[in-house]
């Protein structure tokens, strides 16, 4: 493998998300509507804390421990969720009024994406949820690659995006065992495996990502990481309040997160308690590692400054006055896609 | 291992395993053994290999006939379960395929290296009646051969795999692959991969170091024999 020149990254800010899957949607329409990708989401967005999707992923190995290769699982479909084929034809067309209801037929799945939606976790009425978009992390050190006999995988050393070469690969998914973020699928119609591609048609073209381009919440931030005038490189190495998930997997991925500050407590008297998160600080800890706990004091002062009327560049960063700003230069109007 | 010469046979008559051509003929038992676990080309097959079994198949019967133009290999093997199906990501095929030296240095431990790639005649449960002809100069390196003419029918039943894969002695695919000549002798090897036990890639049983086959002369009986 040759060294990465220039590493592209995406930080999300989960302070910001909603929800509101337009970032899964957007993916889905672009990439993945062929024959053998029905089941695939190549984006997700789940409720935490939550078993995720694939169900319990997190349980599921893989990555790096102590710098050596960790065996993992390869998730099974039912794990992942698969598509439902539903009764459309019934409902809509066979005139039977309030006698038929959409519904799936044949088995009832058992899970799919986001299937613990807003479940959360906390005692009313401090419970807590918050929402966690996932592409592939376009690691730097990507187990997958590393996991492949076929030296399918390959990592872009112009931009660092991590890619299946379809044409090299012979479905033995031994990637979809050795990433610990279980962010690969398998089409079982063209036996090869298939993931996020970080929208590496758009980004030649000067087009952000669909995912980011979509994103109604302004969540998500593209571009290089060493472009030092951008915000991805201000809010992870110069602001370091944008971290990677799970850490202590070893890939060294490449999109990063906001942690949440979440809303205030409430004590027993139901008057606001500042001495203490809403989200516990251990249950973040788990999720991106001990640097956390800075992160969150940065947030927590920068909005602090703000809020008695001081000024603070990485709160207007992370408010994205202006959204094309968050794009690192990506910033051309997909409508334009193939047009010189 | 003889491969008999029996003229005015077509290759298409022989891809049927039940062919009366192949009870006539003389077969022999290979036994198989797994790859080793340190051969495995990543740190993560191995962490993921160590304490598993590798290689659950432990023989092959095997015959192989030509007729002048072409040549077929029957295997057959005991395997209770008949993994056919991609129906799940944890579900593999079984597998099964003939090695040959694309030149007399051609290693096949390594499955070639370079300038002296190891031929490779490959066939899938989860498409039975196809085949791949693809070479390889080292672990990880197979290339499917351009231009050739492999064919295969495999049929499960009563706990048993009988497959047929051949192709022509000479093949379009130039010196990536066995080029092969009546009257004289090559190595070969099998690999059986069992989908049950996820075999797949270098997680295999196979037959060690080169068998020795004698493709039959065209002139006279027995005239390859050694």
């Known amino acids: 493998m040759t060294a990465t020149e220039r590493q592209l990254a995406m930080v999300m800010d989960l302070n910001k998300c909603i929800g509101c899957q337009t970032c899964t949607i957007a993916c889905k329409r672009l990439w993945t509507q062929d024959e053998g990708m029905e089941s695939m989401w190549w984006n997700t967005v789940n409720t935490q804390p939550g078993r995720g999707t694939p169900r319990d992923w997190e349980e599921l190995g893989g990555g790096f421990r102590d710098g050596a290769a960790n065996p993992g699982r390869i998730p099974t479909r039912k794990e992942f969720g698969q598509a439902g084929d539903y009764n459309h034809q019934e409902v809509l067309f066979e005139g039977k009024g309030n006698g038929a209801h959409l519904q799936v037929k044949g088995d009832r799945p058992d899970w799919g994406p986001n299937w613990d939606e807003d479940q959360g976790d906390g005692e009313f009425p401090n419970s807590y949820y918050f929402y966690l978009p996932r592409i592939c992390n376009h690691c730097t050190h990507p187990a997958c690659l590393e996991a492949c006999p076929r030296k399918a995988i390959e990592k872009s050393s112009a931009n660092g995006i991590v890619t299946v070469n379809e044409d090299r690969c012979r479905g033995y998914r031994f990637c979809m065992e050795a990433c610990p973020y279980k962010k690969i699928y398998f089409n079982e119609a063209r036996r090869v495996a298939q993931k996020c591609i970080f929208c590496f048609p758009r980004i030649e073209q000067g087009i952000a990502n669909a995912c980011a381009r979509q994103c109604p919440g302004r969540v998500r931030f593209v571009g290089y990481r060493d472009d030092q005038d951008a915000p991805i490189y201000k809010l992870v190495?110069?602001?370091k309040v944008a971290l990677p998930l799970h850490?202590?997997?070893g890939t060294q991925p490449n999109v990063f997160y906001v942690p949440p500050i979440g809303p205030m407590r409430f004590d027993e008297n139901w008057d606001l308690d500042p001495t203490k998160p809403r989200i516990p600080n251990e249950y973040l800890e788990s999720l991106f590692g001990p640097e956390v706990h800075g992160a969150l004091a940065v947030l927590r002062a920068e909005m602090e400054k703000t809020r008695s009327g001081g000024e603070s560049e990485l709160i207007d960063l992370l408010i994205a006055y202006k959204w094309s700003e968050m794009f690192g230069g990506f910033d051309r109007d997909p409508a334009t896609f193939g047009q010189k | 291992m003889l491969a008999s010469y029996l003229p005015d046979t077509d290759l298409e008559v022989l891809l049927d395993p039940d062919a009366s051509a192949w009870r006539a003929g003389a077969s022999e038992t290979l036994p198989l053994t797994g790859t080793p676990l340190g051969m495995q080309p990543t740190a993560a097959i191995r962490a993921s290999w160590i304490d598993r079994r590798i290689g659950a198949v432990d023989e092959v019967r095997v015959a192989a006939?030509?007729?002048?133009?072409?040549?077929?290999f029957r295997l057959e093997w005991e395997d209770a379960s008949e993994n056919n199906d991609l129906d799940d990501n944890t579900s593999f095929p079984d597998a099964a395929a003939i090695a040959l030296p694309a030149n007399e240095d051609s290693p096949i431990i390594v499955m070639g290296k370079p300038g002296a790639a190891v031929n490779a005649w490959h066939w899938r449960a989860d498409a039975p009646s196809q085949a791949r002809e693809i070479s390889a100069e080292g672990l990880g390196t197979t290339a499917p051969v351009p231009g050739s003419g492999i064919r295969a029918h495999g049929v499960w039943k009563d706990g048993r795999w009988r497959v047929v894969i051949g192709r022509e002695l000479e093949s379009?695919?130039?010196?990536?692959a066995a080029q092969l000549r009546p009257g004289t002798q090559t190595g070969f090897g099998v690999a059986i991969w069992e989908?049950?036990?996820?075999?797949r890639a270098g997680i295999k049983a196979f037959s060690g170091d080169w068998q020795i086959l004698s493709i039959e002369a065209?002139?006279?009986?027995?005239?390859?024999?050694k």
């Open chain 1, 237 to 239: 190495d110069k602001w």
């Open chain 1, 247 to 249: 850490p202590e997997y």
């Open chain 2, 65 to 72: 006939l030509h007729n002048g133009q072409g040549l077929a």
């Open chain 2, 172 to 176: 379009a695919g130039g010196p990536m």
């Open chain 2, 195 to 199: 989908g049950s036990n996820q075999e």
């Open chain 2, 218 to 225: 065209t002139g006279g009986a027995g005239g390859g024999r």
